[in-house]
């Protein structure tokens, strides 16, 4: 098991920019598929966009792909979400999530999950 706590999440205006800390408990933190989902207010949970934890290769959905960028760090038990070019409609509570074995976008096969922080992108 791994314990996630995220940070960072704010109000911003429209074109700004937010990073999101999620930071992870562990030693076997860098065996872990990490993930970051958002669900909005009457929504279904989003996949954003992950990271492998081999190659730390990241992959994002389509709609986020551009503007925001992940990362982590394996040493600091890390994992980062740089969002730019915010818009209204990335107002969500953002979550980082974890799990053993190959990469998903499904929220269902994600086991350990932090508690969220909210971000909300004013026009």
């Known amino acids: 098991q791994v314990q996630l706590v995220e940070s960072g999440g704010g109000l911003v205006q429209a074109g700004g920019s937010l990073r999101l800390s999620c930071a992870a408990s562990g030693r076997t933190f860098s065996s872990y598929h990490m993930a970051w989902f958002r669900q909005a207010p009457g929504k279904e949970r989003e996949f954003i966009g992950g990271?492998?934890?081999?190659?730390?290769?990241?992959y994002y959905a389509a709609s986020v792909k551009g503007r925001f960028t992940i990362s982590r760090d394996n040493p600091k038990n890390t994992v980062l979400l740089q969002m730019n070019s915010l818009k209204p409609e990335d107002t969500a509570v953002y979550y980082c999530?974890?799990?053993?074995?190959?990469?998903?976008?499904?929220?269902?096969?994600?086991?350990?999950w932090g508690q969220g922080t909210q971000v909300t992108v004013s026009s």
């Open positions: 999530a974890a799990r053993l074995g190959s990469p998903s976008l499904s929220p269902r096969d994600y086991a350990n």
């Open positions: 990271i492998t934890w081999s190659s730390g290769a990241p």
